[in-house]
């Protein structure tokens, strides 16, 4: 038998398949298909302090390989989040959960954090930096080392469970952003988030999402995603997220080898609501393929 | 929902860029009119999402206009093509709200879900008059199905080529009475007739999705009952909840 459980920042997991936040809801849609119990855990819905409806559609546009999304964190804020959506996601999923924040402040981020920190359900905090900072000029926490490093700060201040910064890829040097967070705290690096991108229709001559740009996600941008957590692996001593683009059980032994210690699946479940659970399914007979019998062993295994 | 794989048995063409595809597959998972499937393609990432014209246990019927290179391929497609579809997505119409003579209307490439409908409304014993409305007269196609169901049919046509001439709110006038309005269409055909139907009804709306089952809310609407998600709220919102 192979083994297929892998640690998270001091939390067991019976593998390492994380549905990746914004592509499976609070789990409900899916808990109607299959026991979502089988998923290593999940990342649910980006969640603020205030409700959010989001942008404009249309929020969706096609790629080859791919797709950008432009949701624009659509979410009925922490408060909601922490009276309805977790008591119903009790019912469907008994693991601890890994809760994705995002803010526009550093205040923002401390405040929704401190809540959900104090969820039992709730495992992990995933602190989605990605956002723009409207004090800050509107330039993305996450594009500075700095920005980055202040909000893993005030997260870590209020809060008790493990913070996980997941970085954008849309940066000069992400290395030096991954170890400003770990400097400041960080329990663990998440990335890659999407990849800023946009579709223009020729027929109307304009940009195909309402918002003009969006978030490039899907198989296309995997290399990008192997290849950063391959860097950030070798610059900091933290569990490390990997996600981008995968959707197949190789695609997760691959992104283990760069680096990672989990893997989330992201824009694949909206192409293929049952693929983290064939994920899981295949790893064992996958692994013997490679020969691998312990996944904990390959983490790194390419360095 | 269910995910399930559908075999081609015909892809015909029925009108200028309008094709009728019949599925061979498990169609108990469609349980109302107005629902739709969504349809892996080879080479393309995201599904298609395609309105269910009419459906039974062993197959599924749908109608679809080639606007891109998604229905470009699909219309390439033969019999014995087999697909991978995701089926009984979206609420579908409420056909216990009609009253006894309900009045449907579809446009274009809106007009497929109102014929699955159609033959509902009809199999419970009510009577049914319907709008079809096309750009021109060789755009036109189900006129005899509806016919052939037992539908009072007014066709219109904005050229005036077939039927009446102008938009389906034209034919307003020729439908006389009626207890409850179903429509689906462009987005400007829906407010027409939101504004010149005179009873309480339900509107079906198209959005540009992500994953068709509400995972993504790359969908979303505001409604007066609070947002909605087009694929699975929707596509059907019921008359009171609409904000224009």
Redesign the interface.
Known sequence: MVKTATNLCGIEMTNPVIPASGTFGYGYEFAELYDINCLGTFSFKGTTKDPRFGNPTPRIAECSAGMINAVGLQNPGVEKVISEELPRLAECFSKPVMANVSGFSVEDYAYTCEKLDKCDQVGWLEVNVSCPNVHGGGMSFGTSPEAAAEVTKAVKAVTTKPVIIKLSPNVTDIVSIAKACEEAGADGISLINTLLGMRIDLKTKKPVIANKMGGFSGSAIFPVAVRMVYQVYDAVNIPIVGMGGVSSAEDVIEMMLAGASAVQVGAANLIDPFVCRDIINNLPKVMEKYGITDLKEIIGGAH | ?E?SIFTVKSNVCLAKGVYEMILGGNGKSVTAPGQFINI?LDG????RPISVCDWNDESITIIYKVVGKGTEYMATLEEGAQLDV?TGLGNGYDTSKSGDTALLIGGGAGVPPVYGLAKRLIAEGKKVKVILGFNTADEVFYEDNFKDIGAETFVTTVDGSHGIKGFVTNAFEAVGEYTHTYSCGPEPMLKAVYNASATSGQYSFE?????G??????????TKYG?KRIC?DGPVLVKEEIIW
């Open positions: 929902m995910q892996k393309f990432y995201l599904r995701l959005e540009r999705m992500g994953c089952f509400g995972a993504c809310m790359g969908c979303s609407c505001k947002n699975k």
